[in-house]
Each structure stands twice: as structure tokens, then as C-alpha cells.
């Protein structure tokens, strides 16, 4: 019998709700409308601050300062006598802070322009904010300058949707003095609070605003700093920051201290991708989460902001192979995270089966009372064999027998899972469909309600198998029977999974394979097994995982940069040609930095070379209109259309795996693999960058200088420092 359709119709307007039986859709309310298109956000380990272009939250908008999922604040507005202040200027410094030039709008007694204004702004160890004041009028003046505060503890689901009215139980408890706004919530074990502190104290509070008298006379300057601390002691969260200026120092041991530090030091000709490079960089330190798991410190990566500071087995995964020649840190956290909320049990809520990886994990109000499924929720079918790959990729570049035999039992109850649990009907083939009912409908990495859909629009029926889950699937297994054959020293067992690899990827071309439109392979197969026809990117991913044979990669390389597929900014997750095309669509026509990372990887993978790097220089020089910084996604639009990729409106910005691109794709024009003891490297260089020389790169206990040249390059042993 046919499953029924669980998914909405690709007219759904708003992808970023789900909706399934029994879960009534929220308001959709996604950024930037009530912030403007040019909302600024900082953010720093799982905290940011969303606002407008003046810094300034609305009542009743998207923005605020969120922190483990929850919204402390709501609004934050800062008002000359009651009046907006005109923008001048505004944008983010780093990842972490952003500034803001201001100015008084036309008043009765002050005309325009008279009262410079300059808010600063970070986010370390809580909010913290410096208003400055510079008077250039003739004659003195007196001012109000009002901060007014609010929170509403929402849950971040409950931001971009309707989410219940929390106000009659927020307690407040405003300092009479003026140094402090408090609020404090609790609904029986789940309890927060908000504390905006002030210095210089304000003259006044009025109802829920911070107030000061402020006589000014010409030139004199006037000051105020406003701290919004947050909960903190946590074993996760230790911010970077704690004062302007001021460093947390976490010692030369601490990880995201020694991965920064020790990342590998690039200088090359072209401007652009160490521009490219060094960003990256600075953003994924920005996204870090910091656990301590049985006693051992570890980091892995947020998947992005604003909505996804938490950790995404998927997305945690991918980032972590991508930046594996920064250092293995982040891999080896992500493994032993990962490791540590395998599933042991079955539970419908969560889509949990024993053996499998996460999806992802929540702290908010609504998962700590049990009313969402995420902590953690395993909706993915893709994240246990993302594991499996990230576990030997690790192995390589390190030789670190001693994890990988730690880790052995979560490998094959890994592997268990994948023959049992995730292949549904005993086909071969990892499906999914969830049994929660508030489970995600589509559980591969196009996770959107339309995400995988046939030629013709149509939406496919549960289980479906995509065809990259059976890739990494693929790839995963020779990955384990490398390992079997190495510190396991199990012979037997890699026998066996090389034999089950050789049987998958027989009976996947056979049954994935689509003749027609000059050859390619389908999305996935559906609930009856039909193949889905739709055309997309996904097939750049079966090149990675090696699971195409030689004699049909050329025609996949063709179809990936046809003018139907290759925008000229990189590939489209779905061909214009079939009708569910539409380059504003989250899954059906943008073009998505990581997915090309993986697709140029692939491309390299089979020879590819030139392919390759048009998807490198394409990525880089995308950057270069986003102040190098790749977002989650662009329109899918043609490079002909304009001088720059369009932006997707909604796209997390910074986001990981979009931050990990540049990094993988440097790996893949240099060819580095780490190889029987030494790093080697097989250079494919765009004549357009010139020579690249990447140094003290980690690989295999010890450091390597790799300088590339076109298909020229010495790789050597590096200094000790």
C-alpha cells in the first residue's frame, strides 16, 4: 500500500513551518520584513542580537537577543524626546559587534542632525551596549534620551511563529535607583530572566523605560554603557568575550583557542581568497559550541544564525570534514558529541531508533517541558552514515587509533542501524518517514516541505530514499571496513562491508539510473518505489561518495554544468527545466555554497578538474558582493541577470557548512589527502590565483608547508615553531 503524502504542497507559502497531523501551522514571519533589508546581527557561540539598521528591536518583531533558544529580549529601543533617531550609518565590525551612527530627527526645539548619536554594540558574556552623545549645536539643550526594554521569553520556535502570550507571568523587579530593569519568568521547572543594568543609573524608570535628563552645551559628550548579562557557568558557554575590548582567556589547552591559533597560515597572490579564507575563519570560531563530555573538553559548530545556533548532526558533521586541514579538533568534538546522544532506544516523539546519530538538539522552554521533540530530535536518515565518514576522515589526517577503538561500538551500532532500522522495508536502501507528530516530512539535508519533489511538481509519498543518503551509505561502509582492516583489526567484518558496499551500489545504479534527458540520476526513490525524476544537485554528491561508475560521471558532470543546472555563481539544487523550478526557493532553484563544495569535491574526486575550479571561482568571486562571506544560500538566477548574486531573502548569514566552503574548495584545488604517512597534494590552480602557499597544515601528527603553483607544488615538513 501507498504511504500518504505528509507533506505540503509546493505552493506552501512558508517553508519554514512545518506542517504535519496534528501540529497546527504557525504565522509565518520570516527576516528581514519587520526589520528592514538591513537588519544587523551579531552573534557569538549560541547568543545574538537581531535589530534594525538604528539598533533598535520593534515591539512585536522577529529581533531581539536570543540565548539557548530563548528570547530575553524583545525590545530595545532608544529614542531622542520620544522620536526615532535618523540612521547615518550601521553594520557589523566582527562577527561579534556591530556600531551604529545616529542622529536626532527634527524636534521641536533641536532641528536635525544637531545630537550625534553612537551605539557599539557586542555580544560576549550576555548584551553588552556603549550610547554616546556629541552635541554640535550653538546653544545648550536639554534632552531625553529614553531606553525602553521588554522580553517576552519566547521559544525560538515561537519567534517566527504565533507562539502563547507569556506577559501575565513575567515578574518585574525594576532597581527603585535606576541601575537596573529586571524581569524573571517560571513555568514549573523551566525558569529565566532578563536583567538590563545601567551605569550611570537612569534619573527615572517609566514603566518599562530607562530615562535620562541629558543637558548638553556645544562639543560636550555624554556617555552610557547598558549590560544585558546571561546565564553562564554553563558547561557549554563560554563566551569570547566579556567587556569591550576584553578577551576571555581559556588558556593554549582550550579548543576553539588552540584551533584558531593553530589553523594553517595561507598566502597567495589573489587578494580575494585570502579575503575568503580569512573570514571563514573568524566566523566559524564565532559559531562554536563548547562542551565538556565526561570530564573532556570539546568544540564543535552551530549550524548558523539566527535560528540554528545549536548543534545540527548534519550540518556539525559536514563543517567538521570541510575544515578538517584547519585542525581535528572540530572532528573529533563533533564525533564524540554525536557519540554521546547515539540512540539506544525507540521513541515515536523523537524519531528515535537504536544506533542512530541526531538531528538536532534544543534548550528551550518548550523542549525542556517536553512539548517539542529536540533534545535531542532524530529526524535525519543522512546524519548516522555523515558520522560513519566524518570517523574514518578523521582517521586519516590524524592516525589516532585510540578514538576510533573507543568509538568502535557507536560505529557498528552505527552500521546497525543503517541495515536495519534505516532501511524500513528490507530493500537495501536507507528510507525515512517520521512517526512523531511533530517530525520533519523531508529528513535529508533538503529538509523543506518541497525539498524533494518529481519533474512535474509533484510530491512524492513516504518512505522516500534519496539518493545521496545511499551514497553516504556507500561510502560510509568502505570507510569501516578501511578501519576494520586497520586499528579494529577485524578482518571478517571488512570483508563483509565491502561486500555490502559492492551489492548497494549495483543495485543503486540499477535502480536509480534515468535514461531519459541524456542520462542522470533521480532525487530519490518514493514510497512505491518509483523513481523521483526530478534533476538536481544532489547528483554532485554521488560523485563524492564514489558510488558512480567511471563510465557515467562524465554525463553527471555535463548535467551539473549545463546552463539548466550551473547558474554561473555555482549549481542549482533543481534544473529549470522541471517545473518545480523557482530560484527563490529554499530547495528548488538556489544555489547553496556547501552543496557546491561537496559537488567541486566530487567533481575533483572523477577528474574533473576544470569543472571543479569554475565552481571554486564562481563561490569566491560570489563572496566578494557579501563582504567575503558566503550565506546559507543565493538565488538561483542566472549570473546574467545581474552584476551579483541575488540574495535569498531568508538565508542564515553566517552560516557553518556555507563558512566551510572555502576551505573544503581549497582542499580541492589543491588536491590534499593525507596518504601511507605524509600529506601529498595533486594541484589543480586557476590561473586566476596564482600561487597558494598553505603552511604548517595538520596532518598525521605533525605540521606541512604546501606551496601550489597550476599543477606545480612541493609539500614539505614544517618548521617547529
Known sequence: MAATPRRPTPADPCPDVTTQPGVPSGVCRDLPPDLGPDAIGV???????????????????????VHDDTRFLSHWELTVDDAPLLVLSSGTVDAYSAAFFLANSDLPHLPANRVGVRRQRFVGDGLHERVELRYFGHEPVSIRLRLTAGTDFADLFEIKESGRDRGPDIVREHEPDGSALAFAYRNGSYAASTRVEAQPPAEHIDGDALVWNVHLTRGQQWSCELRV?????????RPALRGFGEAFDHGPEDPSTRWAAEKPHLHADADLLSDVYHRSAVDLVSM???????????????????????????????????????????????????????AKTFDDFTDQEPGKMFHEYRSGELTQLGLKPYQPYYGGADTTSLWLILLSEYWRWTGDDHLVCRLRDNAEAALRWIDHYGDRDGDGYVEYATRST???????????????????????????????????????????????????????????????????????????WIPERGGY???????????????????????????????????????????????????????????????????????????????????????HREQANRIAMAMLEASRHSGHRLPEAFSGYDRSFGRQPVPYPTACNPQAWASGTPLLLLRTMLGLEPREGRLDADPHVPDELGTIRLHHVPALGRRWNVDARRSECTVSPAAKP
Open 438 to 512: 511533530q517530525g520533519l516530512g523531508n529528513q535529508c539535508w533538503r529538509d523543506s516541505p518541497d525539498g524533494v519533489q518529481y519533474a512535474d511538481g509533484g510530491i512524492p509519498v513516504l518512505p522516500i530514499a534519496t539518493c545521496e543518503t545511499q551514497g553516504y551509505t556507500y561510502d560510509a561502509k568502505l570507510r569501516m571496513a578501511e578501519l576494520a582492516d586497520g586499528p579494529w583489526q577485524d578482518p571478517e567484518l571488512a570483508q563483509r562491508l565491502r561486500v555490502e558496499a559492492a551489492a548497494l551500489r549495483e543495485r543503486f545504479n540499477r535502480d536509480y
Open 288 to 342: 562554536r559550541i563548547e562542551k565538556r563530555i565526561a570530564g573532556e573538553p570539546v568544540v564543535l559548530f552551530a549550524a548558523g544564525l539566527p535560528w540554528f545556533l545549536t548543534t545540527f548532526g548534519r550540518d556539525s558533521l559536514i563543517t567538521a570534514y570541510q575544515s578538517i586541514t584547519c585542525g581535528p579538533d572540530v572532528a573529533r568534538g563533533a564525533l564524540i558529541v554525536l557519540a554521546n546522544h547515539q
Open 521 to 607: 540520476y533521480a532525487v530519490g526513490l518514493d514510497g512505491d518505489k518509483r523513481p523521483i525524476d526530478s534533476m538536481t544537485s544532489s547528483m554532485g554528491h554521488l560523485l563524492w561518495s564514489g558510488i558512480v561508475p567511471d563510465d557515467r560521471a562524465a554525463q553527471v558532470a555535463r548535467h551539473l554544468m549545463s546552463r539548466e543546472m550551473f547558474s554561473g555563481w555555482g549549481v542549482r539544487t533543481l534544473s529549470t527545466a522541471d517545473i518545480g523550478y523557482n530560484p527563490i526557493g529554499y530547495h528548488v532553484g538556489t544555489v547553496w555554497p556547501h552543496d557546491n563544495s561537496i559537488i567541486a569535491a566530487g567533481l575533483a574526486r572523477y577528474g
Open 43 to 65: 552573534l557569538e557561540g549560541r547568543t545574538f542580537m537581531f535589530s534594525d539598521a538604528s539598533g533598535n528591536v520593534p515591539r512585536g518583531s522577529i529581533g531581539g537577543l
Open 229 to 237: 548579562p546571561l546565564r553562564s557557568g554553563e558547561e557549554h558557554y
